[in-house]
């Protein structure tokens, strides 16, 4: 197949720019569904979208697959200074926060540093702490994660920490390390506004007791994956994964997370299979598309489906995953292992469009891209939020001000047509310009056991 590039791309990008279905996408996923929380019928709701809209396209080989899901229902949750009955301290539980009903003297701990703990001394064991979430200035950074361990180590009971948002805007957090088993939280944490964080250090140094109450458990229950392919016309046995999760945090309406993100995959879907019937164009590889539930608790998602179907061969060629699009324009891809990085730049290169190719020096295990590098399978994530060029207003990611009015759909129509000329490309290299994957998951174990407990730098 020779392949005029110069009338494909001209084809592709037309296509992403007037023919476009992002909107739509957009409006369904966060209007007419809203809230996806997997486990829910909503989640359920919009893996069945993406699977009408792979139908639509007449994909090959669809699917919805179910897997099971650790999911938490949070059913009553408290903050409490005891006296002080009229005051209703906002209160938001961390994810997987387990139960809890305490009444404990409330001691302010700063960032929960060791030099911190270590000057408090004795005092922590039975008490709740006041603690910083962000790191401390000018020390070594330190995992909110550990701090909670350290402190858990130390006696304290729960701990209560402040939003970092201004106006009494709280967001969903996580305690755990998702290196680790994301539902492990070392220490009960409960979220409080920025504003009544300030008015319980008061209360903090005046000795006041709080009363902590989270009524949750933990149960199982079903998530799903959306997948088709898009069958290769001359390496069909290999192939190229493009993902994105469809879920959300469990009051976040999920626009630019990740609603755009899943708007792009299907949209890159349609742009690939309409060259293929407008213009005779096929991906060389297979291009495997897949929506996946529960990224936001814990990646289950993405690794349900790397077990289901790459244990332990065989291996896409590559995955990439769409996540918070909306936070910028494109600028992109990070890759979790070098090997790649010279053929996908030079694929990047040929769009001339001034994208980059990047390696991350730490495996990342804050999306979907993680459970397929700990399988040993050359994944990357596109350039985003992380780095530079951040949109202020897509700053309300896992809340509910998560709208579509924060998208920019222009940049949105940009990353699918963009996309759709890169995956073709790199669809077509030939087998023998593709390094052989040598990435060995015994080395990477290793490689993830050595980082645990570091900071991520990119964050
Ligand atoms: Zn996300």
């Not at 007419?32 to 007449?58: C, H, K, M, P, S």
């Not at 330190?142 to 402040?162: H, Q, Y």
């Not at 939280?185 to 009544?196: A, G, H, N």
């Not at 999920?254 to 708007?263: E, F, I, K, R, S």
Request: charged content about 25%; glycine content about 6%; overall charge negative.
């Amino acid at each position: 197949m020779s392949i005029d590039w110069r009338t494909t791309d001209c084809w592709l990008m037309g296509e992403a720019s007037v023919g476009s279905k992002i909107a739509d996408h957009v409006k369904v996923l966060c209007d007419d569904i809203g809230v996806r929380w997997a486990g829910t019928d909503n989640e359920f709701a919009a893996a069945e979208y993406v699977a009408t809209q792979f139908q639509l396209l007449n994909l090959q080989d669809r699917s919805v697959e179910t897997f099971s899901l650790r999911t938490a229902d949070c059913h009553a949750a408290s903050l409490k200074v005891v006296t002080e009955n009229a005051w209703r301290i906002d209160t938001r539980p961390c994810l997987f926060c387990p139960s809890i009903d305490v009444e404990a003297r409330l001691v302010n701990v700063g960032y929960g540093m060791p030099h911190e703990l270590k000057s408090l001394g004795n005092v922590l064991s039975g008490c709740v702490a006041l603690i910083k979430s962000e790191y401390e200035p000018f020390t070594e950074p330190r995992l909110l994660t550990v701090r909670l361990r350290d402190l858990a180590n130390a006696g304290v009971v729960a701990a209560v920490t402040g939003s970092p948002h201004y106006g009494r805007r709280m967001s969903h957090t996580s305690a755990s390390d998702w290196r680790d088993d994301a539902t492990l939280v070392p220490l009960p944490l409960v979220q409080t506004s920025r504003e009544d964080a300030a008015r319980l250090q008061d209360r903090a140094v005046a000795g006041a007791r709080i009363s902590v109450r989270v009524d949750s458990d933990l149960r199982s229950t079903t998530s799903w994956n959306t997948l088709a392919k898009l069958p290769g016309a001359l390496i069909p046995e290999q192939s190229i994964v493009l993902g994105a999760h469809h879920d959300t945090t469990p009051d976040s309406l999920g626009a630019n997370d990740n609603g755009a993100g899943v708007a792009v995959l299907l949209e890159t879907a349609r742009l690939l299979a309409g060259v293929c019937n407008a213009m005779d164009v096929h991906p060389g590889r297979t291009i495997q598309f897949v929506s996946f539930g529960a990224e936001e608790q814990g990646l289950q998602g993405s690794t349900a489906f790397v077990e289901r179907h790459f244990g332990p061969e065989p291996k896409p060629q590559f995955m990439l995953a769409l996540d918070e699009l909306a936070t910028g324009p494109i600028k992109g891809t990070v890759l979790q292992f070098p090997e790649l990085q010279e053929l996908i730049q030079d694929q990047l290169s040929d769009l001339n469009e001034g994208l980059q190719c990047h390696v991350l020096s730490q495996l990342d295990a804050s999306g979907d891209m993680f459970p397929f590098a700990r399988r040993g399978i050359p994944s990357s994530f596109l350039w985003r939020w992380r780095f530079v060029g951040r949109h202020p207003e897509t700053a309300y990611g896992h809340s509910n001000a998560d709208t579509p009015d924060k998208l920019r759909v222009r940049e949105l129509k940009d990353y699918a047509g963009i996309l759709a000329r890169f995956l073709l490309r790199l669809s077509h290299v030939p087998s023998a310009d593709w390094p052989e994957n040598r990435l060995d998951i015994n080395e990477i174990v290793k490689r993830i056991e050595a980082e645990r407990g570091a900071v991520f730098r990119t964050m």
